[in-house]
């Protein structure tokens, strides 16, 4: 069973960066798939924030691409999101997911089919 | 970036009724790149749809999804209980992920 969870502080203080862990078991992040960040403010939608490979480039919304970093753990058996100067608006429940690059048996890509149950991360003084 | 445009915004329904959710992109979508979530209050999204029109491991048959280029549509055939919460579509395309902004279905 494949199973993701966040962890990381739930208070950021603003102009400092805020840092998540989203541990991955039941899966190996050196397998097939893409992991990503997703966030949602309160009471809002969602939205993404980037994807890595376990051996390539990490993939970042272009709207937050300057404070964003994504990285994949040494032990590949978590992965990393950092986003610097953060501010009110960075408050947010965000999201660890595994992404399906290409299904096999129907072509289809790009798809979240594994999330962690999500992390509050409120930015305030 | 391709933006998706959900409608309508709130869907007021009642038990055993049927759910048409639309889901409409600002320049077209590769049919096996459009997905669809379900999300109950406080907790993540589900995967329900992916490729369009497949649907994902455990998701009733009354979930159903269509469509291509920029119109997409997730119906469910009949609203059980369990089926209020609020629908997202996500599309990728070129290294870049994104997600209309909601549809919520609520008892009437």
């Known amino acids: 069973q494949v199973h993701l969870q966040e962890s990381g502080p739930g208070l950021v203080k603003p102009s400092e960066t805020l840092s998540l862990t989203c541990i991955v078991s039941?899966?190996?992040?050196?397998?097939?798939?893409?992991w990503g960040w997703i966030r949602q403010p309160p009471g809002k939608g969602l939205e993404w924030i980037g994807t890595?490979?376990?051996?390539?480039?990490?993939y970042y919304n272009p709207s937050l691409k300057s404070r964003v970093t994504i990285s994949v753990g040494t032990s590949k058996k978590h992965f990393s999101l950092k986003l610097s100067s953060v501010t009110a608006a960075d408050t947010a429940v965000y999201f660890c997911?595994?992404?399906?690059?290409?299904?096999?048996?129907?072509?289809?890509?790009?798809?979240?089919?594994?999330w962690g149950q999500g992390t509050l991360v409120t930015v305030s003084s | 970036e391709i933006v998706l445009t959900q409608s309508p915004g709130t869907l007021s329904l009642s038990p055993g009724e049927r759910a048409t959710l639309s889901c409409r992109a600002s320049?077209?979508?590769?049919?096996?790149?459009l997905a669809w979530y379900q999300q109950k209050p406080g907790q993540a999204p589900r995967l329900l749809i992916f490729?369009?029109?497949s649907r994902a491991t455990g998701i009733p048959d009354r979930f159903s999804g269509s469509g291509s280029g920029t119109d997409f549509t997730l119906t469910i055939s009949r609203l059980e209980p369990e089926d209020f919460a609020v629908y997202y579509c996500?599309?990728?395309?070129?290294?870049?992920?994104?997600f209309g902004q909601g549809t919520k279905v609520e008892i009437k």
């Open positions: 490729g369009a029109s």
């Open positions: 997911a595994r992404t399906v690059d290409y299904d096999v048996l129907t072509g289809s890509r790009g798809y979240f089919d594994y």
């Open positions: 996500q599309q990728y395309g070129n290294l870049l992920w994104t």
């Open positions: 890595i490979y376990h051996s390539g480039d990490p």
């Open positions: 039941g899966s190996s992040i050196s397998s097939g798939y893409y």
């Open positions: 320049q077209s979508v590769s049919s096996n790149s």
